[in-house]
C-alpha cells in the first residue's frame, strides 16, 4: 500500500510538471520537475541557439521553463510593438525576483527589478540625473572626451616600449568603467585608482557570467533550496560572493558620500554626481516627509544596477566592434576614407561630427545588431490578466521580447550573422532607420542609460579608427558566441598602426 501511495504521488508529481502547470501556456519545450529546460539548453553552444531553435519548431511565441518558472518568448517585431509598445502598461512589471536578489545580498532595490510607483520614481530620478549632468549636452560629452584622450596616452605609452600587440578591450574596459564611476561617485579611474577597477571588473565578469549558465536558468527562482543540492552549493555561493563584494564596495562609496555632505546646506549644495543628487533629494524629501522612496540600501541597489550596467555592456559592446573591423577590414577602410574627407587630422571628434559621418553612424548600428548583446533580455511580467497570440495569460507571468531573434531575423536582416553596415544606409548613403534594430530593447523598460550609451560608443569607435589602422594580432579575435547574460567577445588582442605621423 505504502508504494503504491509513493507510486500515486510520483505520477502526480510529474503530470503537474509535464501537463498541468503548462496548461494556458503557449506550447514549447517540456519541462523537468525542477530543473526546467535548462538541460537541452545546455546541448546548446549558447543559450540564444537554443531559443532560436525553439522558435523554430514552436512559432513566434512560445514558453520555455527556468526551474518552475514559465518565461512566455515573443519573437516577432510586430508582436513585440504590439505588446510591449502599443500596450506597453500591460507588460512593463519585473517577475517576482526576490528569492534571488536577497539572495545575492542586495534586496529588491535598485531600478532593474521594481515595479510600480516604486520603479518609476526612481526611473525619474535617474532620467533627470542624467540630463542634469550633461547628456545631450557638452558636459557628458566632454567626460567621454576625457577618457578617450586618456586611453590615446596609455596606447601610446605601450606603442613606444614594444611592437607587440595591445590588448585594446582592455584599454576600453577602464574607459568606460571611469566614465560610469564618475559619473556615480565623482571620480575617474586613474593609475593609482586601476587596482580597484580590476578587481571590481573581473567580480562583474564572474557574476553576470555565472548569471547566464544554464545553472543559473535552474536556482534562480529559489537559490535557497537548490545551494542545499552539491551541484548547485560551490557555483551559487562563488556568485553570492563575488555579488555581495560588490554590493559592499558601492555601500563604501555611499558612505564616503554621506560623510562628505554631512555639513552641506542641501538647499544650495550642487551635485556632481549622481551619488550626491540622491542623497541631496533624499535630504529634501525627509525634511518634506516624503522620503518613502529614497532610501540608503535603495542607493545601493541603484549603484549596482547603473555602475554594472553602465560598464559591462557598453564595453563589451566595442570589444564586438573593434573585433569586427579586424575581420571586416574593407568596412574599417571605408570608415577612415570616410574619417579623412571629413576630419582630415588626429583632431578629437566629436558628436557635432556626426552627422557628416554616416557610414561610421552605420558601422555603430551594425555591431550592435551583430553583438546581440543581451540576447535574452530583461524578463518583463504581466501587470494583469493579459491575452498573448490568443493565450490567456495570467497576472505576474513571465514574458520576455526577444531581442536575439529579432536582431538575426532574416526578414529584417538578410544574411544576419555577416557584418554588412550598408543595412543602414540609404541608396543616397544616408542613414536609414531600421525600426528593427533593438538592442537597447523597446517599450517602458527599454535602457535608461541608451543615450549615454550611443555616445560612447561612437565616441570611442570614432577617435580610435581616426588615430589607428586596427589589425589582426598573432591572431584573430574569435567572434563565437559565449554563455552569460551579456555576450561579451573572448578576450584577444591586435596591432595599432598609427594613422597620422
Not at 462 to 481: Q, T
Request: glycine share 6%; net charge neutral.
Amino acid at each position: 500500500m505504502v508504494l503504491l501511495y509513493l507510486f500515486l504521488i510520483f505520477v502526480t508529481y510529474i503530470l503537474y510538471h509535464t501537463w498541468w502547470k503548462r496548461r494556458g501556456l503557449p506550447p514549447g519545450p517540456t519541462p523537468l520537475p525542477l530543473f526546467g529546460n535548462a538541460l537541452e539548453v545546455s546541448k546548446y553552444p549558447c543559450t540564444e541557439e537554443a531559443l532560436k531553435a525553439w522558435q523554430k519548431i514552436y512559432g513566434d511565441v512560445f514558453t520555455f521553463w527556468t526551474g518552475d518558472r514559465a518565461i512566455v518568448a515573443v519573437c516577432d517585431y510586430e508582436k513585440i510593438v504590439h505588446y510591449f509598445v502599443k500596450n506597453g502598461e500591460l507588460f512593463q512589471d519585473r517577475p517576482d525576483d526576490s528569492n534571488y536578489t536577497k539572495y545575492v545580498g542586495r534586496g529588491d532595490h535598485g531600478v532593474v527589478h521594481l515595479n510600480g510607483d516604486y520603479w518609476k520614481n526612481q526611473r525619474r530620478f535617474v532620467l533627470h540625473a542624467l540630463r542634469d549632468f550633461g547628456l545631450g549636452k557638452d558636459l557628458m560629452e566632454q567626460r567621454v572626451i576625457e577618457e578617450c584622450e586618456d586611453l590615446f596616452v596609455k596606447i601610446q605609452k605601450t606603442l613606444s616600449k614594444s611592437s607587440s600587440d595591445v590588448d585594446l578591450p582592455n584599454f576600453i574596459d577602464v574607459a568606460i568603467g571611469s566614465i560610469i564611476n564618475n559619473l556615480l561617485f565623482g571620480y575617474r579611474y586613474t593609475e593609482d585608482k586601476l587596482y580597484e577597477f580590476d578587481d571590481l571588473k573581473q567580480r562583474v565578469k564572474q557574476y553576470v557570467t555565472a548569471s547566464g549558465q544554464p545553472a543559473a536558468l535552474i536556482y534562480r527562482s529559489n537559490p535557497q533550496f537548490y545551494e542545499k543540492l552539491p551541484y548547485f552549493k560551490d557555483k551559487l555561493h562563488r556568485m553570492r560572493k563575488q555579488a555581495i563584494h560588490l554590493v559592499d564596495f558601492f555601500k563604501v562609496r555611499i558612505l564616503e558620500h554621506v560623510e562628505d555632505l554631512k555639513n552641506e546646506d542641501m538647499a544650495t549644495f550642487t551635485p556632481t554626481d549622481i551619488v550626491a543628487c540622491y542623497l541631496k533629494e533624499k535630504r529634501n524629501r525627509e525634511v518634506d516627509g516624503e522620503d518613502a522612496y529614497f532610501t540608503d540600501q535603495q542607493l545601493v541597489g541603484l549603484s549596482f544596477d547603473l555602475w554594472v550596467a553602465g560598464q559591462e555592456t557598453t564595453a563589451n559592446t566595442l570589444g564586438w566592434a573593434f573585433a569586427f573591423m579586424i575581420h571586416n577590414q574593407d568596412a574599417q577602410k571605408k570608415v577612415q576614407e570616410e574619417l579623412d574627407a571629413v576630419i582630415g587630422s588626429d583632431r578629437v571628434i566629436t558628436t557635432a561630427d556626426r552627422p557628416q559621418l554616416p557610414y561610421l553612424q552605420a558601422v555603430c548600428n551594425e555591431s550592435q545588431r551583430l553583438a546581440n548583446l543581451v540576447p535574452t533580455n530583461v524578463f518583463h511580467a504581466t501587470s494583469d490578466d493579459v491575452e498573448v497570440d490568443g493565450y490567456i495569460l495570467k497576472k505576474g507571468t513571465a514574458i520576455t521580447p526577444l531581442l536575439c531573434a529579432v536582431l538575426s531575423d532574416e526578414k529584417y536582416f538578410p544574411e544576419p550573422r555577416k557584418f554588412k553596415p550598408e543595412r543602414f544606409l540609404d541608396n543616397d548613403g544616408k542613414p536609414k532607420k531600421v525600426d528593427e534594430n533593438i538592442p537597447f530593447s523597446i517599450g517602458k523598460r527599454q535602457c535608461l542609460g541608451e543615450g549615454l550609451a550611443r555616445m560612447e560608443i561612437f565616441l570611442v569607435l570614432a577617435n580610435i579608427l581616426n588615430r589607428y589602422k586596427v589589425l589582426p594580432g598573432a591572431e584573430l579575435p574569435s567572434l563565437e558566441r559565449t554563455r552569460g547574460f551579456t555576450v561579451g567577445p573572448k578576450p584577444y588582442k591586435c596591432k595599432l598602426q598609427p594613422r597620422h605621423v
